[in-house]
């Protein structure tokens, strides 16, 4: 008996490169009048209640745009006929709920902008004019006020 052939493509290797901005899991997005992409420029425009989900997060707002270029997604409000600003955004990440008049987050590095914000947490009230959420779950806000009290205009706070 003879020696068996090796397949010449056996050894070979295909070098695939990935680019370093790749997120770890699937981005799903919708939304309810259109959607539009610019591939020049990377990113999808989500336009009338658009919302986004990316594992624990759930991103909905009147209007969203994805940068897949740098893993990004901006959120904001839309204006209806009157002019007020409707379907302001909402970020859920597992039971915490913060809306905003916009929002940027960042899916890769899991850090946010938020300008305008409103939130429970407890059973206590924080509102803030900007807050940045960092890696780790913490935030930093300006301008921040904390109450027990749920009017829209609180009796009491610590500011």
Do not use: W
């Amino acid at each position: 008996m003879g020696q068996a052939l090796s397949d010449s493509t056996y050894n070979d290797t295909v070098a695939k490169k990935v680019s370093k901005n790749v997120l770890d899991s699937k981005v799903d997005y919708l939304s309810e009048d259109s959607i539009r992409f610019d591939v020049t420029t990377q990113k999808v425009f989500l336009y009338t209640k658009a919302k986004v989900n990316y594992e624990d997060i759930e991103l909905k707002a009147g209007y969203i745009v994805i940068d897949m270029e740098n893993n990004q997604v901006l959120a904001a409000g839309r204006k209806d006929s009157s002019g007020k600003i409707i379907e302001k955004p909402e970020l859920m990440q597992g039971e915490q709920k913060t809306e905003a008049d916009t929002i940027v987050y960042n899916f890769k590095t899991k850090r946010g902008l938020m300008k305008h914000i409103e939130t429970v947490q407890g059973e206590g009230f924080i509102t803030a004019t900007v807050a940045k959420k960092d890696s780790n779950d913490i935030y930093y806000i300006k301008d921040g006020k904390y109450t027990t009290c749920d009017a829209d205009h609180p009796h009491f706070y610590i500011n």
